[in-house]
């Protein structure tokens, strides 16, 4: 079984070239590419002209002295056109045979990778507050990848590291107490927002409240036993409003998971002290700063990471240096991803700088920044509510999931028991979609006709046609394990053929996804299967087809709803049997 058309083809090219030239070139050098769809060839490798300026030669030639040497196994003859371009198809009796081996594999094809440690920074809300659309996004976007890293076989940590600590909590508490809510054991907010701006409005127009609020601060950075009660307690209440969301949402993060910022606060001091003991923190103008080697601000000046206030406080600053230096080397971890919007980039990139000199991160640990775009609503700005004020997670899950009902009510005919739990497969579905099918970096448009929309690149659509071909094999009268065992499929027809390098391609989709943190990969090629299955659907008649063609499309169809539900469910996204 091939479980990367893409890496064997590159693995060849390499070695073409070795044989050609006697030169080394890495797989990325073999420039291989799937082609566009309804194109001649499967891929197409552009290592011809790069490698001829190198050799000094015609690119054209190089092309046709790589597919001279080029082990053809599987494949047509390789046809060489323009300045050298090489095209690469698979046999259709290659891609037959090696289709049937990934739909007898349990894991669809997809190999396992040398396990690795991997610590995931994702959803990470302030506290203070009800979450707001950022924190959706790195919830979904670090639940996606969390999926994804372990399906290939890494050991992944997940740290949610809740904004629990520092000034806000001062003026909430006196707010508390002014409240009346300083006893009994559990309090009830409705209204986390509405109870954080009513605290900032007193702070601001109560200098008496706003003193009050900073020895707070104080007495909880000491530990004030009574002021930790207090805290915790409002802690609690905003817990509950997270998890709710997480509910909700079917992310995989628990209490287990929770490391906020107040995790820290006892090593943050000998943080700065080992910052300092290796030379890499100094004072300046007051406050103890880190000034990690290539970093200038617009005036050329050395840009510093502020660790040690001048009034002898610590900041978001210090807790990242603590963080990362507790991932590294307590965790163990081999990678770091930090799921969180682009605007915190710079912070990152100086963090990771002075990690790499504090020789906190070993030159094999990977630390990356997931950066990712804002949510904007149809006015172009960050999504609100209607009045302005930042809207409530909990509200906007549950109006997809309304949302959602009406578009499955107009079509389905089943029970409403069974259609309460579609509704939510796909409502949640939508918004979870809508985030991931977009380049994480990129802003997007909350717009709820169109990610609820039936046609298109919308989960909803890749679960109707998920559901479509279960229907399918009911009215066969087979399960989707029957149907798929059967002695050999037929690609005679191009939409045939088309749809099984689509399946085919299921690994290295996952893979590359992966690779660059981008779970849009792996969306973009759900879209593209499910496209490839309606071609061959409208195309190719499957219950009216006889013998081995009927066999062969009814197994080409239940492993393409095999490939989809897993793949969504990669995605966090469930794909219902039934719509
Ligand atoms: N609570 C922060 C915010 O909302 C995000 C924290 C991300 N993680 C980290 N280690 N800094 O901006």
Known sequence: MLSD??????????????????????????????????????????AAMPLAKQLKLASREVGEQIAAHLDTTGLEAPEVAGPGFINLTFTSEFLASNLLELAADTRLGLPLQDPRRVVVDYSSPNMAKEMHVGHLRSTIIGDALVRMLEELGHEVIRQNHLGDWGT????????????????????????????????????????????????????????????????????NESKRHIEAVYAKLGV???????????????VLAPTCDEL?????????????????????????????????????????????LATIRYRSQELKADDLLYVVGAPQSLHFELIFAAAHEADWLPTTARAVHV?????????????????????????????????????????????????????????IGAVKYADLSVARDKDYLFDWDRMLSLDGNTSVYLQYAGARIHSLLRRA????????????????????????????????AVSLAVRHSEP????????????????????????????????????????????????????????????
Not at 172 to 194: C, F, K, P, R, S
Not at 491 to 498: K, M
């Open 5 to 46: 058309l893409g890496n064997e083809l590159e693995a060849r090219v390499a070695r073409a070239v070795r044989a050609a030239f006697g030169i080394e070139i890495s797989g990325e050098q073999a420039v291989i590419r799937p082609s566009a769809p309804g194109r001649r060839a499967d891929y197409q490798c552009n």
């Open 168 to 235: 806000p909590f001062g003026k909430l508490v006196e707010h508390l107490v002014d409240e009346g809510l300083a006893g009994g054991d559990e309090i009830d907010i409705a209204d986390l927002n509405a109870f954080y701006v009513e605290a900032s409005r007193k702070f601001d127009a109560d200098p008496a409240f706003a003193e009050r609020s900073r020895k707070r601060v104080v007495a909880l950075q000491a530990g004030d036993p009574a002021t930790l009660v207090l805290w915790e307690r409002l802690l």
């Open 252 to 266: 995989k993060l628990s209490p287990v998971d929770y490391k906020g910022e107040s995790a820290y606060n006892d």
């Open 276 to 320: 300092t003991a290796k030379g890499l923190a100094r004072i300046s103008e007051g406050a103890l700063c880190v000034f990690p080697h290539g970093f200038v601000n617009r005036d050329g000046d050395p840009m510093p990471l502020i660790i040690r206030k001048r009034d002898g406080g610590y900041n978001y600053d210090t807790t990242d």
């Open 371 to 427: 950066a990712f775009g804002s949510v904007l609503g149809s006015d172009g700005k960050i999504l609100a509510s209607r009045s302005g004020a930042s809207l409530k997670l909990a509200d906007l899950l549950d109006e997809a999931v309304r949302r959602a009902t009406e578009v499955v009510a107009e079509r389905s005919d089943l029970a409403p028991e069974q259609q309460a739990s579609i509704a939510h497969a796909v409502g």
């Open 477 to 508: 009268e087979m399960n989707a394990d029957d149907a798929l065992s059967v002695p050999r499929v037929e690609l005679i027809e191009d939409a045939e053929r088309a749809l099984a390098l689509k399946l085919s391609q299921y690994p290295a």
């Open 520 to 579: 849009h990969r792996l969306a973009t090629y759900l879209y593209e299967t499910a496209t490839a299955f309606s071609t061959f659907y409208e195309h190719c008649p499957v219950l009216k087809a006889e013998g081995p063609t009927r066999e062969s499309r009814l197994a080409l169809a239940a492993h393409t709803a095999r490939v989809l539900a897993r793949g969504l469910g990669l995605l966090g996204i469930d794909a219902p049997e039934r719509l």
